[in-house]
T-cell receptor, first 112, second 113 residues
Framework: GEDVEQSLFLSVREGDSSVINCTYTDSSSTYLYWYKQEPGAGLQLLTYIFSNMDMKQDQRLTVLLNKKDKHLSLRIADTQTGDSAIYFCAEGLSGNTGKLIFGQGTTLQVKP | EAGVAQSPRYKIIEKRQSVAFWCNPI?????LYWYQQILGQGPKLLIQFQNNGVVDDSQLPKDRFSAERLKGVDSTLKIQPAKLEDSAVYLC???????????FGPGTRLLVL
């Protein structure tokens, strides 16, 4: 069945780069997404990558996709304390529904 | 552009009671989703609507959960009767169409005592 796995916790110093990793199982996924969730809030779309791309850069965010290994990563450059949140990786399944399968989330802690 | 609206934001009920959540999607979005997010987990899809028709409700516990999207706009999700394990955040999301980017509301936090 479909499954998305993430590491649970990452701690970095302010100004460093953060790299959050994700693996998925469904090779037919269309898009892969990164969402951010701050305490008590809903999910905010950060960025996404189409499954036939290898890399996408959006300001401080860089997404890398290794389709062969079914591995997705999100790099945040110059991490700030405001980046502290839970980050969810999600794969969009092919087919009629556009259903998203989410990982369990990675808590990013940014220390001053 | 207004985002996805949900109410109430918080709800505390006792087990075996009933509860209802409301969602207003982004204007013009044909597809509406309800997700359940249990503490420490990622969201899990409960039901997906395309306009006012159900596309996927395979993960919806139909003995106690029901949802409708009358007129293809607003939607309500109901739980009756609630169990302790229903304590979670219920997230509504919408997209222009299937396979389009999903935008999430702030969620309703349910605590069942």
């Amino acid at each position: 069945g479909e499954d998305v796995e993430q590491s649970l916790f990452l701690s970095v110093r302010e100004g460093d780069s953060s790299v959050i990793n994700c693996t998925y199982t469904d090779s037919s996924s269309t898009y892969l997404y990164w969402y951010k969730q701050e305490p008590g809030a809903g999910l905010q779309l950060l960025t996404y990558i189409f499954s036939n791309m290898d890399m996408k850069q959006d300001q401080r965010l860089t997404v890398l996709l290794n389709k062969k290994d079914k591995h997705l990563s999100l790099r945040i450059a110059d991490t700030q304390t405001g980046d502290s949140a839970i980050y969810f990786c999600a794969e969009g399944l092919s087919g009629n529904t556009g259903k998203l399968i989410f990982g369990q989330g990675t808590t990013l802690q940014v220390k001053p | 552009e207004a985002g996805v609206a949900q109410s109430p934001r918080y709800k505390i009920i006792e087990k075996r009671q009933s509860v209802a959540f409301w969602c207003n999607p982004i204007s013009g979005h044909a597809t509406l989703y309800w997700y359940q997010q249990i503490l420490g987990q990622g969201p899990k899809l409960l039901i997906q609507f395309q306009n006012n028709g159900v596309v996927d409700d395979s993960q919806l516990p139909k003995d106690r959960f029901s949802a409708e999207r009358l007129k293809g706009v607003d939607s309500t999700l109901k739980i009756q009767p609630a169990k302790l394990e229903d304590s979670a955040v219920y997230l509504c999301a919408s997209s222009l169409d299937r396979q389009e980017t999903q935008y999430f509301g702030p969620g309703t936090r349910l605590l069942v005592l």
